[in-house]
């Protein structure tokens, strides 16, 4: 069964700290998988896409990383900011069936 | 970067009333988009999958006679909302993937619908 689980569930850290989010996935055959913020009342906004052969790849502050063979992808926020309070979603794409798989998020709380 | 637009972002109806989302990628073609719903504090849930020119694929559970879906152009597709009760007030979301491209999954801003 194709599926997608994040964690923690949600988070709360206090400005300037770190954090990482986890995204695990069962779904297969594998695409990509992207990482989206969503703040409250929005879209989301992708923050990163990575393939198969992609280790890791960052956008600003933000740095996801992927292991294709334990099936898990991490993203990683330095020095957080209280603008990073939002949900962070977990998406993998399946080839062939061209199925997207949704985590449920993680939502983070940055706090002064 | 690619831009999805939704119509309206907030609409207010009355219940047994009917409401018309409109999901238009504004700089691409996509031949694919999907439509979510959101309740408060949780994840998108997928509703269904809209290809142009033919008839959307519904996730269980979700009624296709309730939210009638039509991707009549390769720039537009609309969700509407038949016979509204208050427990459809939610958001709805977009997304679009644009042809030829890299496979990245743009998003609309949203739709909050309120259900008197």
């Known amino acids: 069964k194709n599926q997608v689980e994040q964690s923690p569930q949600s988070l709360i850290i206090l400005e300037g700290k770190n954090c990482t989010l986890q995204?695990?996935?069962?779904?297969?055959?594998?695409?990509?998988l992207r990482w989206y913020k969503q703040d409250t009342g929005r879209g989301p906004v992708s923050l990163t896409i990575?393939?198969?052969?992609?280790n890791t790849k960052s956008n600003g502050r933000y740095t996801a990383t992927l292991d294709a063979d334990t099936k898990q992808s991490s993203l990683h926020i330095t020095a957080s900011q209280l603008s990073d309070s939002a949900s962070y979603i977990c998406?993998?794409?399946?080839?062939?069936?061209?199925?997207?798989?949704f985590g449920t998020g993680t939502r983070l709380t940055v706090i002064p | 970067g690619a831009v999805v637009s939704q119509h309206p972002s907030r609409v207010i109806c009355k219940s047994g009333t009917s409401v018309k989302i409109e999901c238009r990628s504004l700089?691409?073609?996509?031949?694919?988009m999907f439509w979510y719903r959101q309740f408060p504090k949780q994840s998108l849930m997928l509703m269904a999958t809209?290809?142009?020119?033919?008839?959307?694929?519904?996730e269980q559970g979700v009624e296709k006679d309730k939210f009638l879906i039509n991707h009549a152009s390769l720039t537009l597709s609309t969700l509407t909302v038949t016979s509204a009760h208050p427990e459809d007030s939610s958001f709805y979301i977009c997304?679009?993937?644009?042809?030829?491209?890299?496979?990245?999954?743009?998003f609309g801003e949203g739709s909050r619908l309120t259900v008197l």
């Open positions: 997304s679009a993937i644009p042809e030829g491209g890299s496979g990245e999954l743009f």
């Open positions: 995204c695990n996935y069962t779904v297969s055959p594998f695409s990509n």
């Open positions: 990575m393939t198969f052969s992609e």
């Open positions: 998406v993998v794409s399946a080839t062939l069936q061209a199925g997207l798989f």
């Open positions: 700089d691409f073609q996509a031949t694919t």
């Open positions: 809209s290809n142009e020119g033919s008839k959307a694929t519904y």
